[in-house]
Nanobody
Framework: QVQFVESGGGLVQPGGSLRLSCTVS????????MKWYRQASGKEREFVAR????????DYADSVKGRFIISRDNTKKMIFLQMNSLKPNDTAVYYC???????WGQGTQVTVDS
């Protein structure tokens, strides 16, 4: 059973940092490109970042480019999202997902507020 478990969210002040983690199970992560998405209250889910199978290619939404860093540890079956210089409009539930999977995890809430 494919499963994604996100963690690391919380309340942070503007300008602060958080590191999200995603633990993957149920398939071979080494052959999967992975993505982070987010969904703010009342808005549609949107793409945040993508990392290819090797970890060499990374792509970001314009809104987070230069502030967020996606990474992976295939031996631990984990995906990470380092979020720096956080802004109030980064507030959302964050999800990780395999690019070719239809399965979503529960997400982790990130709130940026002073």
């Amino acid at each position: 059973q494919v499963q994604f478990v996100e963690s690391g969210g919380g309340l942070v002040q503007p300008g602060g940092s958080l590191r999200l983690s995603c633990t993957v199970s149920g398939f071979d992560i080494r052959i999967a490109a992975m993505k982070w998405y987010r969904q703010a209250s009342g808005k549609e889910r949107e793409f945040v970042a993508r990392i290819d199978e090797t970890g060499r290619r990374k792509d970001y939404a314009d809104s987070v480019k230069g502030r967020f860093i996606i990474s992976r540890d295939n031996t631990k079956k984990m995906i990470f999202l380092q979020m720096n210089s956080l802004k109030p409009n980064d507030t959302a539930v964050y999800y990780c997902k395999a690019e070719r999977s239809a399965t979503w995890g529960q997400g982790t809430q990130v709130t940026v507020d002073s």
